[in-house]
């Protein structure tokens, strides 16, 4: 199930919410009880979908030293 993190208009209180389907109705803030959250892109969508992959200290992108 893929994670979604919205922001409320009303406190801008920040949370995630797993969905079944991305159909599924915007959750009301756990803080405030505001119906109608902004769902916002994550930082790892932005991040990950907009600069390649750089090179770790060997040369490669897939090695074990990126991992550490």
Known sequence: ????????????????TLHARSGEAVPDCPRCGAPGAERLLSAFAVIRGSRPASPGPCGSADCACRRE
Do not use: D, N, S
């Open 1 to 16: 199930m893929p994670i979604y993190e919205y922001r409320c208009r009303a406190c801008t209180h920040r949370f995630e």
